[in-house]
């Protein structure tokens, strides 16, 4: 691979000006990345190595490094490892043997500071606002938050008791909800895939 | 069935003016007494009656006053046995039984956080189902549904 070129200051000027043929695919990038989206872990850096330096003279930083972060956060989501109340059953099953959301690399993790999803898995009580809103607080940027269930959405059964925050939304902004009551584990595999596509397209 | 020397030995202390038995299904009897005398017949309960095991506190909401209702448990009568006092509703107070019967804490915490019963020389009279700071008793029968969002959680500093 011939040596980057990252500034005009870089470029002797008494050197005569590359012409466009000896700059590292100028036109096209070696590998496009709507090809490195599909790629395995292991084929990818060498592969994003060579990407990468391409892009970089064309693009500005900003436009090499997002795509990168989004293709890497959105492939390890770790969901925090907790319950709510009956959604949670579900949320245990598609973690399961026979759902799998593992095989998505979705790996539930039990402490707040090591996950960037947030599941809302079942009625919010004001009692638990406070716990709630603390462990979303202790979980580092980016985060996502699933409102799974119709408690979590709007409260459902329960969104006019005296005891029972009528939407998890409330206390903290969420991306996506998923309905049902309780949503099957498909249901919560197809947030999380749509929650993909939204950290695919993020743009800061 | 109504145990005999249970009635004899409440007689026996305070009368029947301010205490009597009637029967009650299920159970040993359901003794009605006076609120003021709710330390001493939990007391003779445990060590002359053999109730060793306090079962639960309710709190009940008749609207002109309000009931507490304690139940014990005899191992050696293997037979309940339920306490009822009526408190009036404008000063509904009454003696903590967490002296006598520690595991009488969390369950008057919940009546007096539901029903709104306040238990005099409580060791932590604390919210345990609603929030800190709740201000209302949600199953009195005044209670109205309010519009949820009025309710507000205040952020703690975490
Ligand atoms: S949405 Fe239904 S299943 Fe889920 S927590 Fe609420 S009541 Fe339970």
């Known amino acids: 691979m011939s040596t980057p070129v990252t500034g005009a200051a870089k470029v002797p000027s008494a050197e005569p000006a590359p012409t466009e043929g000896d700059l590292p695919m100028v036109d096209q990038p070696a590998v496009s990345f709507v090809e490195i989206e599909t790629l395995r872990a292991r084929e990818f850096i060498p592969a994003a190595k060579e990407a990468l330096s391409s892009m970089a003279l064309e693009k500005g930083q900003a436009e090499v490094i997002r795509p990168v972060f989004n293709w890497a956060g959105r492939n390890s989501l770790f969901p925090l490892h907790w319950g709510l109340a009956c959604c949670a059953i579900e949320f245990a099953a598609a973690f399961g043997a026979r759902w799998d959301a593992e095989r998505f690399g979705v790996v539930p993790r039990s402490s707040p500071r090591q996950c960037d999803l947030m599941i809302v898995n079942g009625t919010v009580t004001w009692k638990v606002a406070h716990k709630l809103i603390t462990l979303y607080e202790q979980m580092p940027?980016?985060?996502?938050?699933?409102?799974?269930?119709?408690?979590?959405?709007?409260?459902?059964?329960?969104?006019?008791?005296?005891?029972?925050?009528?939407g998890v939304d409330k206390l903290v902004p969420v991306d996506v909800y998923i309905a049902g009551c309780p949503p099957r584990p498909e249901a919560l595999l197809d947030g999380i895939l749509r929650l993909e596509q939204l950290i695919r397209d993020r743009r800061e | 069935?109504?145990?005999?020397?249970?009635?004899?030995?409440?007689?026996?202390?305070?009368?029947?003016?301010?205490?009597?038995?009637?029967?009650?299904?299920?159970?040993?009897?359901?003794?009605?007494?006076?609120?003021?005398?709710?330390?001493?017949?939990?007391?003779?309960?445990?060590?002359?009656?053999?109730?060793?095991?306090?079962?639960?506190?309710?709190?009940?909401?008749?609207?002109?006053?309000?009931?507490?209702?304690?139940?014990?448990?005899?191992?050696?009568?293997?037979?309940?046995?339920?306490?009822?006092?009526?408190?009036?509703?404008?000063?509904?107070?009454?003696?903590?039984?967490?002296?006598?019967?520690?595991?009488?804490?969390?369950?008057?915490?919940?009546?007096w956080e539901l029903v709104g019963i306040t238990f005099d020389h409580h060791p932590d009279l604390r919210h345990l189902l609603t929030p800190d700071g709740y201000k209302f008793h949600p199953l009195l029968r005044s209670f109205k549904l309010h519009e949820p969002e009025t309710l507000e959680v205040k952020r703690r500093d975490v």
Request: hydrophobic letters at 45%.
């Open chain 2, 1 to 111: 069935m109504v145990g005999e020397d249970i009635g004899e030995r409440l007689a026996g202390h305070w009368g029947t003016d301010r205490l009597h038995i009637e029967p009650f299904p299920g159970t040993a009897g359901k003794v009605r007494f006076d609120p003021a005398l709710v330390l001493d017949v939990l007391r003779v309960m445990r060590d002359e009656l053999q109730f060793a095991h306090l079962a639960m506190v309710a709190g009940i909401d008749w609207e002109k006053h309000r009931e507490v209702l304690y139940a014990l448990w005899s191992d050696e009568r293997k037979q309940y046995i339920l306490l009822s006092a009526d408190i009036p509703a404008e000063a509904a107070h009454i003696e903590s039984a967490s002296s006598i019967y520690p595991s009488a804490n969390w369950h008057e915490r919940e009546a």
């Open chain 1, 141 to 166: 940027d980016p985060k996502w938050v699933i409102a799974m269930g119709n408690c979590a959405t709007g409260g459902g059964p329960f969104r006019t008791a005296y005891s029972v925050v009528p």
